[in-house]
């Protein structure tokens, strides 16, 4: 494992650590991603822990984006799904008071991960670009995390990428196999195998 440092500075990417993702609604699957969450939060230890800062990417539909009339509607504004893990709540408090905590919207189909709270000009890879190592996990492999590595590595060039392989889900085990492959052979990413600390 990438330890922090003076001259190692590490970001965290959770993408969608949401409920609608693992805990409720049409394409959430408990059994598969209640394991995950305690992983999450062990990650965000780690973080706490290690002097990381975290980004949450969150993704959030309207019932007229094309995602959603394209598949099942997920995530919607005004239901409870795009709300965050209550798990991950008190263990990002610390990081908010340090400043070490970013949130971005990914809305629609755009991987890009937009800032709500800088306005849409600030974008997930462009605040990766003061990092030197960027972790990720997180849902899906398949589509969200696939396509966020492609986005990093696109635009970043050299940042070293790592997957926690172990905190990141899929939507079968497919699917999942051959986008952690892409990532790895085709983006350049690390596939980090060790046991996340919980």
Known sequence: MIAAD?????LLILVNPQNGIYREGALADPEAGGPHIPRL????????????HVALSL??????????????????RGTTEPRLLDELRPLLKPLEKEG????F???AFDHAAYSREHGSGLC?????????????????????????VAGLRFHLGQCQVMIWTQAALGY?????????????????AVLCDEKVPL
């Open 100 to 103: 070490r905590v970013r949130i």
């Open 124 to 148: 997930l890879r462009e605040h990766a670009l003061d990092f030197d190592h960027v972790h990720i996990a997180g849902a899906w492999s398949s589509v969200d995390l696939l396509y966020t």
């Open 105 to 107: 919207e990914a809305s």
């Open 41 to 52: 939060a062990g990650l965000v230890k780690l973080a706490t822990g290690s002097g990381w």
């Open 172 to 188: 079968d085990a497919e699917s999942h196999d051959f986008s952690m492959r892409q990532m790895a052979v085709v983006l350049g």
């Open 59 to 76: 993704r959030m539909h309207d019932p007229t984006d094309d995602i959603v009339q394209t598949l099942t509607p997920h995530l919607l």
């Open 6 to 10: 003076a001259e190692s500075k590490e």
